[in-house]
């Protein structure tokens, strides 16, 4: 598979590597793929593209079927990383208890690079800087002169945590959900 370490919610690509030359009388190789990627989904396609909604292990399978009935399979195990990749939307408590809505539209890299684009309100603020723990689920987020610390929940579907101005003045909470 490839990225070698892939994030959730973003594309898997599986490549079938099965060789069956047809055996002594030329059965005609595999004609027949299921691929089962341990989450409860499946593709028939020789390659298939697979996105995963959760971090975690897996165990991927693909059995295959040659023209003259045969089959055979091989399993792996594949370790997907938690991502906070997607639009998230919430609110944001400020300084006066008022709610305010926000969202994010982030891009996660296979790299660990995270971008993208903050909502308050009517504006829009790029992303300066964010970083991902995926051990602790610790998130860090900043944009204009607000940075958002947060932790992602065992679903990974939402972030909650206390946003600091650029001063490093704690404000009240936020919390956004994947859409």
Do not use: C
């Amino acid at each position: 598979w490839s990225p070698q370490d892939p994030l959730a919610r973003t594309d898997v690509q599986f490549s079938d590597l099965s060789v069956d030359t047809g055996g002594l009388f030329g059965a005609g190789g595999v004609v027949t793929w299921l691929w089962n990627f341990g989450d409860g989904s499946s593709s028939p396609m020789q390659h298939p593209k697979h996105e995963y909604n959760k971090g975690g292990t897996y165990n991927v399978q693909l059995t295959v079927t040659d023209g003259g009935g045969k089959t055979a399979s091989a399993m792996r195990t594949i370790t997907v990383t938690p991502s906070l990749a997607g639009r998230w939307s919430g609110t944001l408590t400020d300084l006066g208890f008022n709610s305010l809505g926000i969202s994010f539209e982030l891009q996660h890299s296979a790299t660990g690079g995270i971008s993208g684009t903050l909502y308050i309100l009517a504006a829009a603020f790029p992303v300066s800087s964010a970083s991902f723990n995926a051990g602790t689920r610790e998130v860090q987020i900043m944009s204009a002169t607000i940075v958002f610390r947060g932790t992602l929940d065992a679903n990974e579907r939402r972030i909650s945590g206390y946003w600091y101005d650029q001063f490093g003045v704690r404000g009240e909470d936020w919390s956004v959900s994947l859409m």
